[in-house]
Structure formats: C-alpha cells, structure tokens
C-alpha cells in the first residue's frame, strides 16, 4: 500500500491556472497514480485536502502504519512546519513530488520546508513527477 497526499487547491487542477499545470483534472493525476500502481502490484491510495489538519491526521496515519507516502504538500511545502513535523515522524519512505519546478518559479517557491525530511524530491515532470516517485517507492521497497 502507498498513500499518495496532495494538499490545497490540487483538487482544481485542470481549471487551476492551465497555463502552468495543465489541462489535466485531479482525478487524472488519481487514476494515473492507481494505474501505475497496478503495474507495480502496489495498492495505492490517492487523496486530497485543501486543510492542513486534515493532511497532517493522514502523515501521522502513514507514520502509525509504516506506510510509504508520494506527498505534494502544494503550497504548504513553502511555509509549513507543522506538516514537516508530521513528516519527520514518519519511518517509511515519503517522495515529496510537484508537477512543476518550484526552482524556476516565484522566489518564494524556492524553499521547501519539509524537504529536509522527505526520502527524495521529484518535480518539473508534471503528471509524471507522481509516476517517478510511485516507482522511487517500489524500488525501494523491493530492495530494503
Ligand atoms: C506545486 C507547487 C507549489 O509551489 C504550489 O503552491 C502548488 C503546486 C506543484 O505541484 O507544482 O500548489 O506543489
């Protein structure tokens, strides 16, 4: 099983700024990540939350279960130590993920706060951020 947790305003992708994320709706970005999973022989579980409590009961659930995360914290990544705290719980692998490259964006998407407590990072492949770390994951639960 890997829990795939997306934060605020993901849940309007494919109306939420095309230009910069696409055409594509969330349940596009969940089928694709339940698909994958399928050819990997994982379970996957996709949800979304525009609250921060709501995301941080779910890390904490993946931590109590040693379950694996694929996490796009959204616009949390920037600012909340809350959810990082919850991730430094966790003893799973977790692979922050974004659709586009926060790097090469406004100056105030460049620091990641929970990037130092993720196993990895993977952004500015799109939908295919979440098919790269779904993969990370398999990876690393079939060689540890
Ligand atoms: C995002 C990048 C964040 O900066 C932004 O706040 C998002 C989406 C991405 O997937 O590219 O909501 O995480």
């Not at 339940?34 to 890390?59: P, S, Y």
């Not at 809350?82 to 966790?90: L, P």
């Not at 929970?114 to 990876?139: K, M, N, P, R, W």
Request: hydrophobic content about 40%; proline content about 4%; glycine content about 8%.
């Amino acid at each position: 099983m890997i829990l795939v947790l997306n934060g605020p305003n993901l849940g309007r992708l494919g109306t939420r700024e095309p230009d910069v994320y696409g055409a594509d709706t969330f349940e596009d970005v969940a089928a694709l990540c339940r698909d994958t999973g399928k050819k990997l022989g994982e379970d996957v579980e996709v949800r979304q939350t525009d609250d921060e409590a709501e995301l941080i009961r779910w890390l904490h659930e993946a931590a109590d279960g040693r379950i694996p995360v694929v996490l796009n914290p959204a616009a949390f990544t920037h600012y909340s130590y809350a959810v990082r705290d919850a991730i430094a719980q966790r003893t799973a692998p977790l692979v922050e993920v974004h659709l586009t490259n926060p790097a090469a964006r406004e100056e105030f998407r460049h620091n990641s706060v929970v990037a130092g407590v993720a196993t990895g990072t993977i952004a500015g492949f799109g939908l295919q951020s979440y098919v790269l770390a779904l993969h990370a994951i398999a990876e690393l639960n079939t060689t540890s």
